[in-house]
């Protein structure tokens, strides 16, 4: 008389895809050892630049809090790489990641935002949180959690009416998957058929949540069937796994077949933020996790010598000093514009 | 001139924007087939079809949500919430993205998006379907905060918002839905942020908004049989305000009173008398201010007590002659 | 490389449960005829008091609005029936059927509140959309779409530190299943094991809104397998088919089981509200659905005669009239006490 | 007397309700092992298991929702939204729900739950995470509005609120968390409602809340060097608001000056303005009134900026320097 649903979420529970149950893969062939070569210094550069933010706030040079992505930057390279210049851009507080991947990024202007100068991307208004490059349809990254999820429903409407043939890559991360925010936009892009791509990186916490604790399913990407979307769970600290799943997702976006949920499996070796004691989790926890550095792991996929792995890791600092030296050398907001712009 | 009513004229100016401007569409629940719960698209749906008339869910962060998006990527969106009640639902999104995002942006982007959402109490539909919660609004910088009170101003006003680069919260009122005036045919634009005097008058200054403004009229009729003049200020824009006229009113009259449905206690009507007590019309006020507010109740169903709770014209009546005196 | 979530919910795409699908059901023994044929009356005097307000209304005698439940009482009565007093209800704007299924509900405090009179259960405060009897743990109905869900979540959680052995009943529509609200509820309830059943009654329209049209997967139940928990469809215009599929809901929470999502797929014959044209649907479908009367199908398997149907009916209708003489007579509320009761 | 900072207060309060009473509990994001964003829970989880101090995921509707609902069936929740700005998703369970159900219900239900969140920038966190929404909740009847602006109060409030029966909003701020001040071991309560002069003046009321108490004071020790004796006044709780002291105050020293974070526009300064404006101290008004507030700005990351938008003590001075003048 009832039909019942079969819980295929925790009948069929698969082993969690982590970092070292999956192998690495070949290099794409359109990549090409120089695009793979690219990618690993454009994860360098992400590492390089948190790092140093690391560095500037411990020396009171910037203030306020920042979220590093250290440890998962192959998801950010990864799922960038399967997008292309015009397609959209929606990110988080996690983000700046992201924000470097993304096709035009200027890093001494992140660097310049991120220290609050005029010469940043938003002027200094905007910081670690709110880095946007709207020019090249980066919509920003987001201080709410899930804040860009409802946006993104209004981003694929938009490429839909256009008639373009546009993706919107909206990032977010386990946490996330736990808003209402989340639900709505998930249930409206796929009934619409929406341009969007959710990348949920499941880093395995929200803050101090982990995500076993505030999931009753093994995966996130299992939430896709509550939509009649594919999901999809990847390792994430394997860059071209992430770029393939995403590739899958972005072809069908582009197709007009809809949104997928890519839930990229990995880890961030940081606390959630300054403020983090982290006692939520082991140090082992942390080791086992960083002994799958996704750059170096790319690295050996690449077969790079250690000294050549170090001249690339050189060049990305290089890259990033010299965007503090910009950075530094530009003029603070005046106080005199603090009213403009908030109003066009 | 000819006559429509104030829903009729919201929805000749929704078709007219659609039809002058591709980007523009409407999004909410049941602004399709069903027209809207008060009739504000019927038709349109007939006319433009599912693509620019998207029925959606009931997910009102994911309409607002989907207004801030379109309008970030070169749309128009105008998005309805059913009833301002559930604006409730959408905060996040209108406060935190809409109303910032350019801003925090450092000015690099726009989100010309309309949110359209009725409303008011005195339908019988009580607590939780009678919200008049402008006032949350006028208080987020970013946000701009419309309420027509005529037919006229409420297309004139919905054509200028359309048009506008911001994100801008248009409230309209249930009560006023069939109201009647003249409204021009061709498409017009009344510029946001200018106060408009709705009566000229000497004794008091009654700054009113949306259903209260016609009341305030009909209160100024009554009282000017007795000799007490009522200028009746409706600053149709509550943000940012044009108060500039609300201060010359002051000025002349000499006295001050502010009426609104919503609760009196954090209101639109603190912020009226703050602009004027800190104005040069402080100087002239000859009498204590009044506001006459929605009482700080949530909205009874009880048709008796619904009425009492919020400002009728007997009511203005009796405090602004209290006020002359 | 990447796990691909089986979208399971597509691909076993089950027949929609519909009222002609299912047969009806014996009658459970620990009814009896006795505990039948009081269910059958109490969907009458549900039937009765609602066909009652629509004349009232029509009358100009109560203002407003109101969404009535006609052809829905299936599931009201039969969900109610496998809950046991001191259990908790939590409740929608469709929610006249639930109220007078629950227990202790008395139709004449409820007329009177409809009608907006001081004997009313809220004082005539609020009305239609708003009835509660928080002495008999009803936890009253709700103006908004899901406003119920969220606070489920406390209902259970409070159950569960009190360490009772009570279920809380959270009845809601489709679409209030596509609210955040329902999303954040469902995971809180599942990860936390609440003892909370959710009853999604899925008849088929969310005001003008078709449920084919604003979900993507073919029952509402799938969306159990985001959560980990079970759900299930059933028919819900065979009152032993809810009752069923409830009582097993019902009593995996009292045993700290945790949730269950059950879809009871049903049909309002009446529109939405009393301003609704019902242009987005046709006649035909409502005919078809009023031949699955389910007061009619109760009659029928109980095998009562005509008469014997048409004397309960009668009765119900008694009551009703008594219940409008009593409100009739009952004081209105006096504006003098108009802020009675905003604050303890 | 032993002091604390507000962060303590606030963590002595929590575990002296929870030791007194198994109805109380905690829920929130991170309020367990990380013991808060801020800090205020911490340890409490290791004193009292996870079954009283709940850490949720990141459902901030779900997070108010959970308080009603166990408020509603015997509980007495305490919950904690981890920025105030993330409370713009809890808008429709606190506004439509907690505020409305007793009444709705015919005064038959209560509701006695607390809110906590922390308010303000000052913390480089830029325009999501320095909201000052204070207004907004004091907007709603059914509602109760806390801003404690010392460890003392913090404390005392915090218990009173606990052991009220109806939903209170307790905000707190976050550059208060580290202030000092003296404390009583034992429970007590300070109740809600009433304004607390923190300084007594003549020449000039400053009705100050929060944060910008201990600026106001500040302030006043400076200009009390010039001869200018500034009253403080802190109403504590802003809604229901115990204006008596204050119009009081103003009926002393015949000027009014409001002093708060939040946005100007739509703030709670109107609020005050307006009570006084309508009262019997609208006679003794002998200059305009000033109100000082946050600009009309979404809170901007660069820290000159950032500062430049709220408030600092020299403000104050300069501001109250001319009113007096
Ligand atoms: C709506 C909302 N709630 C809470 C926060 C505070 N907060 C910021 S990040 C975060 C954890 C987010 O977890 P997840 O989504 O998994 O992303 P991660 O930080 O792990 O990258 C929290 C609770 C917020 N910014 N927004
Ligand atoms: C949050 C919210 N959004 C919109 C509404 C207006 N509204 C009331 S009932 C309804 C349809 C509800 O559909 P469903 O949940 O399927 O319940 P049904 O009416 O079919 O019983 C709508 C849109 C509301 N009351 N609350
Ligand atoms: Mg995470
Ligand atoms: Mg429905």
């Known amino acids: ?186 249930n409206m892009a796929s009934i619409w058929q929406l341009p969007v791509v959710y990348l949920c990186e499941n880093n395995q916490y929200a803050m101090s949540m982990p995500m076993k604790k505030a999931f009753n399913i093994p995966r996130v990407a299992d939430r896709a069937l509550g939509y ?72 050996r996929v690449l077969k790079l010598a250690e000294a050549e792995f170090d001249a690339h890791r050189a060049w990305a600092d290089q890259r990033i000093n010299e965007a503090v030296t910009f950075s530094e050398a530009s003029a603070e907001p005046k106080i005199e514009q603090i009213l403009e712009g908030i109003y066009a | 001139m000819r006559e429509l009513t104030y829903v009729e004229a919201i929805r000749e100016g929704l078709n007219q924007a659609m039809a002058a401007d591709p980007r523009v569409f409407l999004i909410g629940e049941d602004v399709g087939v069903y027209g809207g719960a008060f009739g504000a698209s019927a038709g349109l749906h007939q006319q433009y079809g599912a693509g620019r008339v998207v029925d959606t869910p009931i997910s009102e962060a994911g309409i607002a949500g989907a207004c801030v998006g379109a309008a970030l990527t070169g749309m128009r969106p105008v998005g309805e919430i059913q009833f301002m009640d559930f604006i409730t639902i959408s905060m996040e999104q209108l406060v935190l993205q809409a109303a910032k995002i350019r801003y925090m942006f450092g000015g690099k982007a726009t989100v010309p998006m309309v949110l359209r959402t009725p409303g008011g109490s005195g339908t019988g539909a009580a607590a939780q379907h009678s919200e008049s919660l402008e006032n949350w609004f006028v208080h987020i910088p970013g946000l701009k905060v419309v309420m027509p009170s005529t037919p006229y101003d409420a297309k004139g006003l919905l054509l200028a918002a359309i048009d506008d680069d911001n994100p801008v919260i248009f409230v309209e009122h249930k009560l006023l839905y069939k109201t009647k005036g003249p409204v021009p045919e061709e498409p017009y634009r009344l510029p946001l942020g200018q106060t408009d005097v709705k009566r000229v008058g000497k004794h008091l200054t009654v700054v009113a908004t949306s259903i209260m403004v016609p009341r305030a009229l009909q209160a100024a009729e009554q009282l000017a049989a007795e000799g007490i003049e009522l200028e009746v200020v409706d600053p149709r824009t509550l943000s940012p305000l044009d108060e500039g006229p609300i201060v010359q009113s ?59 709770a919020v400002p009728q014209v007997a009511d203005i009546v009796r405090e602004a002659r209290a006020l002359v005196k």
């Open chain 1, 228 to 299: 009649g979307i594919p999901g999809v769970t990847v390792d994430g600290n394997d860059i071209v796994a992430v770029y393939r799943a995403m590739q899958d997702a972005v072809a069908r976006a582009r197709a007009g077949e809809g949104p997928t949920l890519v839930e990229s499996v990995t880890y961030r070796w940081r606390g959630h933020s300054k403020s983090d004691k982290q006692a939520y989790r082991t140090r082992d926890e942390v080791k086992e996790w960083q002994a799958q550095d996704p750059i170096r792991r790319f690295g």
């Open chain 1, 1 to 186: 008389m009832a039909t019942r649903t079969k819980n295929t979420a925790t009948a069929n529970r698969q082993p969690r895809a982590t970092a070292s149950a999956v192998r690495t893969a070949a290099i794409p062939t359109e990549w090409g050892q120089t695009g793979a070569i690219e990618r690993l210094r454009k994860m360098m550069v992400i590492r390089a630049f948190e790092e140093k933010a690391e560095e500037l706030f411990s020396l009171g040079r910037v203030h306020g809090t920042m979220h590093l992505s250290i440890g998962q930057e192959a998801s950010a390279v990864g799922a960038a790489s399967a997008l292309r210049e015009g397609d959209y851009l929606l990110n988080t507080h996690r983000g700046h990641g992201h924000c470097l991947a993304w096709f035009g990024s200027e890093v001494q202007l992140m660097m310049a935002e991120f220290m609050g100068k005029e010469t940043g991307y938003c002027r200094g208004r905007g910081g670690s949180m709110h880095i946007a490059n709207v020019d090249a349809n980066n919509l920003g990254a987001n201080g709410i959690v899930a804040g860009g999820l409802p946006i993104s429903v209004g981003v694929g409407l938009s490429i839909k009416q256009r008639g373009t043939d546009q993706v919107c890559l909206t990032v977010f991360g386990d946490g996330g998957a736990n808003t209402g925010a989340f639900h709505e936009a998930l």
């Open chain 2, 250 to 308: 002051v000025i002349k009259t000499g006295r001050l009173m502010v009426v609104h449905e919503a609760h009196k206690n954090g209101g639109f009507g603190g912020e009226i008398v703050g602009r004027v007590a800190e104005s040069e019309a402080f100087d002239y006020l000859e009498a204590p201010v009044k506001r006459l507010c929605g009482l700080d109740v949530p909205i009874p169903y009880n048709r008796t007590l619904e009425a009492a």
